[in-house]
């Protein structure tokens, strides 16, 4: 599974995740994080496309940020319990799954942007493609 990082440009950069697996396929977004271990500080999962998630059958809760196109946070769930759902978001893209309290700790709200870039690939020296 192709692997990012995640920081929160509006927020001075702040570290959301450094090892963040990436489902865009029908399959990997079916799985999730179903039968995963516990997310560790720096882990998530990166659903892409997904306007809306579900708890069904986790053991863990989360917390979860809906990105728009231009990686902009449309929605936030702290804390998201097994057995629940969020609501759908029609301006999503793409669904951020991070360990819980990360979107506390680093204060990221509705409206941020998040920079996503993946790992092992440095920043081109011109800038072009940096923002994902």
Partial sequence: MRRVAVQNISRSG???GHCIGV???YW???KGLLGAPPLRPGEGL???PCQAVHMYGMKQ???VAFLGGE???VAVYHDLQPGRRSKYHRKAQQALELPVGTLR???TRVGDRLLIQPLGEPNSIDGE???R
């Fill in 129 to 131: 493609n940096d923002e």
């Fill in 61 to 63: 809760a989360l917390d």
């Fill in 28 to 30: 990997t977004r079916l």
């Fill in 14 to 16: 702040m570290d959301l």
């Fill in 46 to 48: 990166l659903l892409d």
């Fill in 105 to 107: 700790s680093t204060d």
């Fill in 23 to 25: 489902a865009n396929t």
């Fill in 71 to 73: 990686g902009e946070v």
